[in-house]
């Protein structure tokens, strides 16, 4: 089956304006997660989704940053008034079920936003 | 705060050779340590790893858990040029097992 798919695969865009980042989970998987990486990184956890709700958003580095997931499957990662430092690469990663222990968490292939 | 530091950040070998990739963490209740290959941009899942001194294997690759010295390895044996990525560790922790930490990743290059 497909895996976890990312829209667009890259955006470039100028510093003030908003963004939209779109994330296509494993079909089936109720639990949703964003990373941020930046070049020479490890990802950075931003956001969790455990159906519907952002079960935990305590990695969302400030309030111009906001994810949706209305209907329990597609998410969408919203960025208003890009700043420079707003680069780098968003990768998502769903996972079965809620998480537990042995849950594993599949990726994206990521979008890699510039900001200029 | 939760700390994971990968070893060395960078390695370059040729096919054939064998390497050892090292992560060490640092973290509050602990719950399980995972790898992670990272070509171009989506890391793809090796393995996870919960209890010490169990031993997974897949193919050429392998992988350990100590658990009392707070460090995993990687091994690649037998390597080829399709195995030039960065591998990343990451551990989950704390009250809740959905939140990532990664390390910086060990960038392998495998020349022919």
């Known amino acids: 089956g497909a895996g976890v798919s990312q829209t667009p695969s890259n955006k470039v865009t100028e510093k003030g304006k908003y963004v939209e980042l779109r994330c296509d989970p494993i079909s089936g998987h109720t639990a949703l997660y964003w990373y941020r990486q930046s070049l020479g990184q490890g990802p950075e956890f931003l956001i969790y989704f455990q159906g519907t709700g952002a079960a935990d958003d305590s990695g969302l580095p400030n309030d111009r940053f906001f994810a949706v997931r209305p209907e329990g499957s597609v998410s969408t990662l919203k960025i208003q008034r890009t700043e420079r430092g707003d680069s780098a690469v968003y990768l998502c990663?769903?996972?079965?079920?809620?998480?537990?222990?042995?849950?594993?968490?599949?990726f994206g292939p990521g979008t890699r936003l510039l900001v200029l | 705060e939760d700390k994971v530091v990968q070893s060395p950040l960078s390695l370059v070998v040729h096919e054939g050779d064998t390497v050892t990739l090292n992560c060490s963490y640092e973290v509050t209740n602990f719950r399980s340590l995972l790898w992670y290959k990272q070509e171009k941009k989506a890391p793809t899942f090796l393995f996870m790893l919960t209890s010490s001194g169990i031993e997974k294997k897949s193919g050429r690759l392998s992988s350990i858990l100590d658990k009392k010295e707070l460090f995993s390895i990687l091994n690649i044996t037998a390597t080829q040029t399709g195995d030039s990525a960065i591998y990343l560790c990451?551990?989950?922790?704390?009250?809740?097992?959905?939140?990532?930490?990664f390390g910086k990743g060990t960038l392998l290059t495998v020349n022919p």
């Open positions: 990663a769903s996972s079965l079920n809620p998480p537990g222990l042995r849950e594993t968490q599949y």
């Open positions: 990451a551990v989950s922790s704390g009250g809740s097992n959905y939140k990532l930490t």
